[in-house]
């Protein structure tokens, strides 16, 4: 059974951060690609950053400079460093994982980001 468990979320002044998690199982995470998105009431759904199986990092123009997504296969986890936290950064932060060869994705349920003084 496929799990991806995200936790950080939560309440920040803007200006703050936070650091969000993912924990995976079920899958073998060194071959998913892994990836954040983000969805504001109102909106769809949309890709905050990425991290590729061999590494490779890519951002939303929205967060480049201020967001730091990594992974860790001894943990089988991603995370997701969010610095200078803006309001326009509050919504659900869902945690994604992706395999082109197995051709399938997976999701977390989701966890709030809210960025409010």
């Known amino acids: 059974q496929v799990q991806l468990v995200e936790s950080g979320g939560g309440l920040v002044q803007p200006g703050g951060s936070l650091r969000l998690s993912c924990a995976a199982s079920g899958i073998r995470f060194s071959i998913y690609d892994m990836s954040w998105y983000r969805q504001a009431p109102g909106k769809q759904r949309e890709l905050v950053a990425g991290v590729a199986n061999g590494g490779r990092t890519n951002y939303a123009d929205s967060v480049k400079g201020r967001f730091t997504i990594s992974r860790d296969s001894a943990k089988n986890t991603v995370s997701l460093q969010m610095n200078m936290l803006k309001p326009e950064d509050t919504a659900v932060y869902y945690c994604?994982?992706?395999?082109?060869?197995?051709?399938?994705?997976?999701w977390g349920q989701g966890t709030q980001v809210t960025v409010s003084s």
């Open positions: 994604n994982a992706r395999s082109t060869l197995f051709q399938c994705s997976y």
